[in-house]
């Protein structure tokens, strides 16, 4: 479906005001609404400069003596579990056929790279199958998501905004991982994970580009990407004063 251009009433009729004949005006200005094309490329340049305050939070200060690889990888199984529960409850909720099968295949996605993970922690020496992500609950970004139920709200912060969030975050990690010298994790990050994160990043432009062509779906859509950039914010501001583990990848 190619992008339509829309026009929309933003002001009231005269008449009201001026005793002006309904016959006269009948509207008296109309505003010129973006193009799901023109939002995305708007809504994406808005979510760059959080990004990148994200990624020098991410990347702020010396990193203490005990954040390990190890640890990080951690934290990384409940990013990832969260990012597959999460589409995996949308994908049955979302009537948009297109749309579901893209929460599919990213339900997919996140559990691949979960298990991935586990074997790289397995290889570092760690009993993976005896962590459970679950323990201490779901983070607050997650609570936020599952409670979306509009599908451009769903793909402005579930995909275009968090899978950005996990793009910059996995950076810093791969830059961490290689700093360590452990270029296996790095490599897992670069070579498999990013590819994927980038994917599901493309798809929520694609379908900015074919849901968010109203100003009132547009708004809809800010309103949940910026939410969704404060509450990954809040987390890691968080992590970074409590523990020290803003290096964490995303999901
Ligand atoms: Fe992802
Ligand atoms: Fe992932």
Same mark, same amino acid.
């Given at each position: 479906m190619a992008p339509t251009r829309g026009w929309s009433i933003t002001g009231a009729s005269l008449e009201a005001l001026l005793?002006?004949?309904r016959n006269v005006f009948a509207i008296i200005w109309a505003v010129e609404v973006m193009t799901g094309e023109e939002f995305a490329i708007s809504l994406g340049d808005e979510n760059r400069a959080a990004l990148e305050r994200l990624g020098r939070l991410s990347a702020a200060g010396e990193a203490p003596q005990e954040l390990t690889i190890e640890r990080l990888l951690r934290i990384a199984l409940k990013n990832e579990l969260e990012a597959s529960e999460v589409a995996a409850m949308w994908m049955s909720t979302t009537s948009e056929l297109d749309v579901k099968l893209a929460f599919a295949r990213q339900t997919g996605d996140e559990a691949k790279h979960y298990r991935l993970i586990a074997d790289r922690l397995k290889a570092l020496g760690? /009993? #993976? /199958? $005896?962590? /459970?992500? $679950?323990e201490g609950g779901y983070s607050p970004l997650f609570d936020y998501l599952r409670a979306l139920q509009s599908t451009t709200a769903r793909v402005a912060a579930g995909q275009f905004t968090r899978e950005g969030i996990a793009l910059v975050r996995n950076q810093c990690f791969i830059d961490f991982c290689e700093g360590l010298g452990d270029v296996e994790t790095a490599a897992l990050y670069r070579d498999v994970i990013q590819p994927d994160e980038r994917q599901h990043h493309e798809l929520g432009r694609r379908f900015l580009v074919l849901f968010a062509a109203t100003e009132n779906e547009q708004q809809v859509a800010r309103d949940a990407a910026r939410r969704t950039l404060e509450l990954a914010e809040e987390i890691q501001e968080v992590a970074r004063l409590k #523990?020290?583990?803003? $290096?964490a990848p995303g999901c």
């Amino acid at each position: 479906m190619a992008p339509t251009r829309g026009w929309s009433i933003t002001g009231a009729s005269l008449e009201a005001l001026l005793c002006i004949p309904r016959n006269v005006f009948a509207i008296i200005w109309a505003v010129e609404v973006m193009t799901g094309e023109e939002f995305a490329i708007s809504l994406g340049d808005e979510n760059r400069a959080a990004l990148e305050r994200l990624g020098r939070l991410s990347a702020a200060g010396e990193a203490p003596q005990e954040l390990t690889i190890e640890r990080l990888l951690r934290i990384a199984l409940k990013n990832e579990l969260e990012a597959s529960e999460v589409a995996a409850m949308w994908m049955s909720t979302t009537s948009e056929l297109d749309v579901k099968l893209a929460f599919a295949r990213q339900t997919g996605d996140e559990a691949k790279h979960y298990r991935l993970i586990a074997d790289r922690l397995k290889a570092l020496g760690v /009993d #993976a /199958d $005896r962590i /459970d992500p $679950r323990e201490g609950g779901y983070s607050p970004l997650f609570d936020y998501l599952r409670a979306l139920q509009s599908t451009t709200a769903r793909v402005a912060a579930g995909q275009f905004t968090r899978e950005g969030i996990a793009l910059v975050r996995n950076q810093c990690f791969i830059d961490f991982c290689e700093g360590l010298g452990d270029v296996e994790t790095a490599a897992l990050y670069r070579d498999v994970i990013q590819p994927d994160e980038r994917q599901h990043h493309e798809l929520g432009r694609r379908f900015l580009v074919l849901f968010a062509a109203t100003e009132n779906e547009q708004q809809v859509a800010r309103d949940a990407a910026r939410r969704t950039l404060e509450l990954a914010e809040e987390i890691q501001e968080v992590a970074r004063l409590k #523990a020290g583990i803003s $290096r964490a990848p995303g999901c």
